[in-house]
């Protein structure tokens, strides 16, 4: 991710100051006291003001002072609308766009962006427009849009290839393959940064050039390619030195010390380490100092020293724990769980052994979604390749105006046919789905309807109070709830992960309601994926609302509510939601029945392609006489499967 930073942000820079891409752009007190004056002086070109401006804005504040910055970009803006010059306009939105970026506001900065792209397209402004590109394909690859980012990057490339702008080509090229490098596609990665490479060196950008060495590095050793990695990361450790840059310096020693340590060069790599572990430890980069805390420790554990490395692995093991680096977690536990195997510990080296597993999972199954997410990209690749060649096909093609009818004729009859067929065959099955998932979407919003304005009478107490700390809290919780509940509301199934976030922070706001504790507990003792495991969306949460407004409501004391998963046989999933509260009896009406329940039951009975000979869903009071226990039945449906 940061990586994509440097390099995007490296093209924003140089785009901003009247497109000369110098190696370096140096804003001295005196030229700054020039610009100053260009600006004020109101004898001067508008476009000469406006061109001052810009560059004070991007050289001097933005990335020192960006919240000065957004207020000169504003008066750009402004300055610009009034005087009709759409370019600065374009290029002040571009600034806007971009200060919301630093400050982590995505539909915000995607908004001035998307703005800005409109006038660049109107205007033909090929330089803005290249950057606007670029900076909008960062954000769709942070929000793992891949699709829509390489779209967008790819518009770049083209632009920046019709205007014969090497900067820019280099930029976009490494974008490209910093993008086929988060998606796990090596060999694409290496096409582009090595394309991206040649034109770096033909432009000697020091700047990037580095990072582009380093990420090649990085593909040669992730290749275990030791000695093909060595000179590039050497070139980019000596390129950062000269630019002044430890950041990259610190990870190409990295770099370098884990390649000696791989070839068993234990004092060649330890050296490089620590000189990394002391750039890391400078610059405040935790998860650096923890990668290089787990490296130097499987030195001391190749030499045999178990104690030392024992103290390094443990530094390492805390960061991850502190920072939620699955990466460093996995390879911290399994350091661990050598030392504790050659050390005769064998209830830790279990332990260690068993964190090592979950975590390399949890990373195995991130891996095989962007196996899934590259076959995306490629499909839509091909699909619009195979658009493209069917064009080019139809444009050769003389077919007569007899010929022509009659195959629109023989088309149609048959669609026809097929649809007549279709509707006789399953018009009761597609009209009973339908009238279900109109009752669903409208429980969605019956449950967003009253849930929302108690939930906002929250939150204007707490404001009320004063008490801003937990008002602010509460009201990012309720926007996060909302989308969620926009979201599941829009598919059909979701993931049981997702299902319980939803429900954790829906108990959340009940809390608030009946101002007492709901202890919630997920029981999965049969280790389900439930990451991987689909289940109708928005379907326990009507059981929830039930458990909560019909029993717990009116119990006094301790409030409770247990969600379990386990397997029924092999292809069948069990749900149980168990709470402590008053019971059936306390909703009054012995013959009422819930709305969102009778939903429930007819929403899982859709689900099996006949009726079952089993109850799939049934709600009674606890054996025990306290609560209710309601039991689900559905097909064990795996995402991946």
């Not at 190696?23 to 003001?49: C, F, G, H, M, Q």
């Not at 700390?469 to 509460?474: I, K, L, R």
């Not at 819930?594 to 009674?620: A, V």
Request: proline share 1%; charged share 25%; with cysteine.
């Amino acid at each position: 991710m940061c990586i994509r930073k440097i390099i995007s942000i490296s093209c924003i820079l140089v785009c901003s100051f009247n497109y000369t891409f110098a190696e370096d752009i140096e804003i001295t007190p005196k030229s700054l006291d020039s610009l100053w004056a260009v600006w004020k002086n109101t004898a001067r070109y508008d476009s000469a003001r406006l061109n001052a401006m810009d560059v004070i804005c991007w050289q001097v504040y933005l990335f020192s002072q960006p919240d000065s910055a957004r207020y000169y970009a504003q008066q750009i803006y402004d300055f610009a609308v009034r005087k009709k010059n759409t370019i600065f306009q374009a290029k002040a939105l571009n600034i806007l766009g971009t200060y919301f970026t630093i400050k982590d506001k995505e539909d915000s900065a995607v908004f001035y962006y998307k703005k800005g792209l409109l006038l660049c397209r109107k205007t033909k402004n090929y330089y803005t427009l290249s950057s606007i590109l670029n900076n909008l394909s960062n954000i769709e690859y942070e929000r793992a849009n891949y699709v829509q980012s390489l779209e967008y990057i790819y518009e770049s490339l083209r632009i920046s290839e019709q205007i014969k702008d090497e900067y820019l080509i280099m930029s976009n090229l490494a974008n490209i393959g910093s993008t086929y490098g988060g998606l796990g596609d090596s060999e694409k990665e290496m096409v582009f940064f090595q394309r991206a490479l040649k034109h770096g060196r033909t432009i000697n950008q020091k700047n990037v050039i580095k990072t582009i060495l380093f990420n090649i590095g990085c593909n040669y050793y992730n290749k275990r390619s030791f000695l093909e990695a060595k000179p590039y990361y050497d070139e980019a450790l000596k390129i950062s030195y000269e630019v002044n840059d430890n950041t990259q310096a610190s990870t190409a020693l990295l770099g370098l010390g884990r390649i000696f340590n791989e070839i068993g060069k234990n004092d060649s790599s330890m050296l490089y380490l620590q000189k990394s572990l002391d750039l890391m430890k400078t610059l405040g980069d935790e998860n650096g100092t923890g990668n290089v805390y787990d490296e130097i420790a499987t030195v001391y554990l190749s030499d045999g020293d178990y104690k030392t490395a024992l103290k390094y692995v443990q530094e390492a093991m805390r960061i991850a724990d502190e920072e939620n680096d699955l990466f460093l977690k996995r390879n911290a536990a399994e350091t661990l769980y050598k030392i504790y195997k050659n050390t005769n510990h064998p209830e830790k080296a279990l332990e260690m052994f068993e964190l090592y597993k979950s975590t390399n999972d949890s990373i195995i199954n991130d891996n095989n979604h962007k196996v899934l997410l590259r076959s995306q990209l490629q499909y839509e690749f091909d699909k619009k390749a195979e658009i493209i060649k069917e064009q080019n096909r139809l444009k050769d093609l003389k077919l007569t105006r007899r010929s022509y009818i009659i195959v629109v004729m023989m088309i149609v009859a048959l669609l026809s046919f097929v649809i007549y067929y279709l509707i006789m065959k399953q018009n009761k099955i597609l009209a009973a789905k339908k009238a279900v998932e109109l009752e669903q979407k409208l429980l969605g919003s019956q449950m967003s309807t009253h849930f929302t304005f108690n939930a906002i009478n929250s939150i204007q107490e707490y404001i009320l109070n004063n008490q801003n700390d937990e008002a602010h809290y509460y009201l990012s919780e309720f926007s996060k709830l909302m989308r969620m509940v926009l979201a599941n509301n829009r598919e059909k199934m979701i993931a049981i992960s997702s299902e319980i976030e939803l429900l954790e922070k829906y108990i959340l706001f009940e809390e608030q309601r009946l101002k007492d504790k709901i202890i919630f507990t997920v029981v999965n003792t049969e280790h389900i994926e439930l990451g991987n495991v689909i289940i109708p969306s928005m379907l326990l949460q009507p059981v929830i609302e039930n458990s909560i407004w019909h029993g717990l409501r009116f119990k006094e004391g301790q409030k409770e509510i247990r969600v379990h998963f386990s397997k029924l046989d092999t292809d069948k999933l069990k749900i149980e939601v168990t709470d402590n509260g008053t019971g059936l009896k306390s909703m009054g009406n012995p013959n009422h029945k819930s709305h969102g329940l009778y939903i429930i039951k007819e929403r899982i009975g859709l689900l099996y392609t006949k009726k079952p000979d089993f109850t799939y869903f049934d709600i009674r009071n606890n054996s025990n006489g306290s609560g209710t226990i309601t039991k689900i039945i559905i097909p064990l449906i795996d995402e991946y499967n």
